[in-house]
Nanobody
Framework: DVQLQASGGGLVQAGGSLRLSCAASGFAFDDYVIAWFRQAPGKERERVSCISSRDGFTDYRDSVKGRFTISSDNAKNTVYLQMNSLKPEDTAVYYC????????????????WGQGTLVTVSS
């Protein structure tokens, strides 16, 4: 079975850091792009970042550039999202998702989704 297990959320003060993890299983990790999405209360889901573990391609939404870093440990089939200088507006449920590379690098549609992990940033 395909599984994406997100973890690492929590409560942090503004300016603090958290590292999210997404452990993947049940599919060929190198053949997929892994992305992090987030959804804040009352807002639409948005993609935060994505990575192709095969070639290291990464992409970030403008609001997190310079603060968040996505990385991949292919030996562990795990993708990380290091979040620094967190702001209250980063508060959301964060989800990881995977998409076949056949859809392209950082595509719009994703094949598999994990459960969310809540990140709360207090001011």
């Amino acid at each position: 079975d395909v599984q994406l297990q997100a973890s690492g959320g929590g409560l942090v003060q503004a300016g603090g850091s958290l590292r999210l993890s997404c452990a993947a299983s049940g599919f060929a990790f190198d053949d997929y792009v892994i992305a992090w999405f987030r959804q804040a209360p009352g807002k639409e889901r948005e993609r935060v970042s994505c990575i192709s573990s095969r070639d290291g391609f990464t992409d970030y939404r403008d609001s997190v550039k310079g603060r968040f870093t996505i990385s991949s440990d292919n030996a562990k089939n795990t993708v990380y999202l290091q979040m620094n200088s967190l702001k209250p507006e980063d508060t959301a449920v964060y989800y990881c998702a995977s998409a076949s590379l056949l859809r392209g690098l950082c595509p719009i549609e994703y094949d598999y989704w994990g459960q969310g992990t809540l990140v709360t940033v207090s001011s």
